[in-house]
C-alpha cells in the first residue's frame, strides 16, 4: 500500500492567479499520476508524472496550463497556471500499487 | 478513445434495498476495477476482475465481469446507509509503453443516495 500526502486540502483562488499543489508519497514510486475531477463527474487524468523526465500530458491538457515537476521519487506538484472559474475542480495525485490505485485526499479548487 | 460508461448515473434507494451498476465499454477491458467514493472523499480500490464471466463477492458486495469482457456490474445486496457514495468501474490498461504504464481509465460513475 501508499499513503498519500496532498497539500493544500483546499483553497479559493482569484482568477488569473496560479496554485500549486504538492503531494509526497511514503515509499518510492516510480510514476505519480494527476487527475481532475469536476463538480458530480469522473476522474480524468491530466498527467503522468515521471522521475527525471517531462510530465507525459494526456489529450486536452498542456504544459503550459498544468505544469508538473517530479523532482524525486517521493514527491511531485502540480500548478494550475492562470486560473479561470473552469479550472474549478477536486485534483488527485494517485500512484499505482501492484493492482490497485491509491489516492491522496485531494485538492478542492475554487477559482472566483 | 475508448469510454466506459456507467448506468445509472444517480440512484436513490430505501435502506435495505438492493443496488445495482451497470459498466459498459466499446473495446474489450483487459481487466475491470472497481472503486467507492464517499462524499468529500477520495476514491477506493474494492476489487479487481480479470477473467471472462469471473464473480467475486465481498460480503453484501457482487461484482461480475461480462463473458465478452466490454461490461461489469457491481450489485449491493440490503444497502445500508454506509454505502453512500460514488461507486466507478475502471480499466488498468496493459502497458503500452514507459509513459502509460499503470494509469486507470475510469468510467463515468454512479452516485447512489439512500433513504434511512
Known amino acids: 500500500s501508499a499513503v498519500i500526502s496532498q497539500k493544500p486540502s483546499r483553497d479559493i483562488c482569484q482568477r488569473g492567479t496560479s496554485l500549486t499543489i504538492q503531494c509526497q508519497v511514503d515509499s518510492q514510486v516510480t510514476m505519480m499520476f494527476w487527475y481532475r475531477q469536476q463538480p458530480g463527474q469522473s476522474l480524468t487524468l491530466i498527467a503522468t508524472?515521471?522521475?527525471?523526465?517531462?510530465?507525459?500530458?494526456e489529450s486536452g491538457f498542456v504544459i503550459d496550463k498544468f505544469p508538473i515537476s517530479r523532482p524525486n521519487l517521493t514527491f511531485s506538484t502540480l500548478t494550475v497556471s492562470n486560473m479561470s472559474p473552469e479550472d474549478s475542480s477536486i485534483y488527485l495525485c494517485?500512484?499505482?500499487?501492484?493492482?490497485?490505485?491509491?489516492f491522496g485526499q485531494g485538492t478542492r479548487l475554487t477559482v472566483v | 478513445g475508448q469510454q466506459v460508461m456507467q448506468i445509472p448515473q444517480y440512484q436513490h434507494v430505501q435502506e435495505g434495498e438492493d443496488f445495482t451498476t451497470y459498466c459498459n465499454s466499446s473495446t474489450t477491458l483487459s481487466n475491470i476495477q472497481w472503486y467507492k467514493q464517499r462524499p468529500g472523499g477520495h476514491p477506493v480500490f474494492l476489487i479487481q476482475l480479470v477473467k471472462s464471466g469471473e464473480v467475486k463477492k465481498q460480503k453484501r458486495l457482487t461484482f461480475q465481469f461480462g463473458e465478452a469482457k466490454k461490461n461489469s456490474s457491481l450489485h449491493i445486496t440490503a444497502t445500508q446507509t454506509t454505502d453512500v457514495g460514488t461507486y466507478f468501474c475502471a480499466e488498468r490498461p496493459p502497458t503500452l509503453g514507459y509513459s502509460s504504464a499503470s494509469k486507470i481509465i475510469f468510467g463515468s460513475g454512479t452516485r447512489l443516495s439512500i433513504r434511512p
Open positions: 508524472a515521471n522521475q527525471g523526465s517531462e510530465a507525459t500530458y
Open positions: 494517485s500512484v499505482a500499487g501492484g493492482t490497485e490505485a491509491f
